[in-house]
């Protein structure tokens, strides 16, 4: 088995921190730009997040494309810009790949990623939608030989499948699981994940939310179930999401607060009720929520691209962009949300991310 989480990522990654899914920035020639790739990065790293997810949803799946050939080029980049960064820092940023496809293909990724010094791979089990939980287990267990996992519980909306709470439990059992992202978007199925995780005494997994409808209730709900008679506790600590992409600064201090109130026993009162409210709103806006998520990628880059980090919102697939009133729904949260955007920010410190 390939060597353990280095004790501080570790550390770092239980706590609790933001965890960005890094976009592509591609010029009008849908060519890697590589400057505002950068520059991306480090936004994210100045921002405040914890880490960075690259190659995931939010990185285009095309990527992998052999025509296109920027699945490795892209992870070198932001490998690249988080060594730099963590010469300054005293807790090293947490490295996230994702890994896709069958077994073969993700044995492959797993390497790659293992060799440009990233910690964990986001196991995508979207190639595996029609198989077996046993084939699925296998696949998993053969990719934690390579890489630590974080596990993805994904919507059947964009790829995923409904798995069900033995599956759950049967994953938990992988010792070199380290983190779970759970983005079903549905409660009973994050219940199941959690739960299973629990029952299984897998408290050194970090839990993560990757429902863009839900993020701050995620943040601030506690687990209590029952296991063997005794109560156990287990709370979300983070978020590996696309939202966070966007706004990221903001993001930041969000998980902060929610933190915070945690230690405090504070809870969510109505403050934290209305955000949550004002976040998944920006989201639906983002994601494209009333088309499927049809434009959630374009919907990003439009971001992005208002706040002079991206040239334009141009996608890999001609196809992928902003679904009709998609662009006035963002106008419209930007105008009922100002407290959330991280323009004024992102103004000080653009010149710099860009050099």
């Not at 770092?12 to 990065?41: F, K, M, N, W």
């Not at 293909?105 to 910690?119: F, I, S, V």
């Not at 983190?179 to 199925?189: L, V, W």
């Not at 679904?323 to 991280?342: C, F, M, W």
Request: charged content about 25%; glycine content about 8%; some cysteine.
């Amino acid at each position: 088995m390939t060597a353990p989480m280095p004790p501080l990522i570790r550390a770092a990654l239980q706590r609790g921190v933001v965890i960005p899914a890094h976009p592509l920035a591609l010029t009008a020639r849908r060519r890697l730009d590589e400057r505002r790739q950068r520059a991306l990065s480090r936004y994210y790293i100045a921002a405040g997040a914890g880490g960075i997810a690259v190659g995931v949803h939010t990185t285009q799946f095309e990527i992998r494309d052999r025509k296109i050939g920027l699945f490795e080029p892209v992870i070198a980049l932001a490998a690249e810009e988080m060594q730099r960064a963590d010469a300054r820092r005293t807790t090293p940023l947490i490295r996230v790949g994702g890994i896709c496809g069958k077994t073969p293909q993700a044995l492959r990724e797993a390497e790659l990623l293992r060799r440009h010094g990233y910690h964990a791979g986001l196991l995508s089990l979207a190639a595996f939608a029609k198989s077996t939980d046993r084939e699925r287990l296998a696949h998993a267990r053969a990719v934690a030989k390579v890489i630590p996992i974080i596990g993805f519980y994904l919507q059947p909306a964009v790829g995923g499948a409904v798995l069900p709470y033995k599956f759950w439990r049967h994953f938990a059992e992988i010792e070199n699981v380290v983190a779970m992202k759970m983005a079903p978007f549905n409660r009973y199925q994050t219940l199941d994940v959690v739960r299973a995780f629990a029952e299984a005494g897998r408290d050194d997994v970090a839990l993560y939310t990757g429902n863009d409808d839900n993020i701050v209730m995620d943040l601030l709900t506690p687990y209590r179930i029952r296991v063997n008679g005794s109560p156990r506790e287990r709370r979300i600590v983070g978020g590996l999401l696309g939202h966070w992409a966007v706004w990221t600064h903001s993001a930041v201090s969000l998980l902060e607060d929610c933190h915070a109130r945690t230690a405090a026993q504070i809870g969510a009162d109505d403050d934290m009720l209305r955000r949550n409210i004002e976040v998944t709103d920006a989201n639906a806006a983002f994601f494209d929520a009333a088309n499927a998520f049809a434009g959630c990628i374009a919907g990003l880059h439009e971001v992005l691209r208002r706040q002079g980090l991206l040239r334009g919102i141009w996608c890999l697939n001609p196809r992928e962009k902003l679904s009709p009133g998609q662009s006035a729904e963002i106008t419209r949260v930007y105008k009922a949300y100002p407290h959330l955007n991280d323009d004024t920010f992102i103004e000080t410190h653009l010149a710099k991310w860009l050099t």
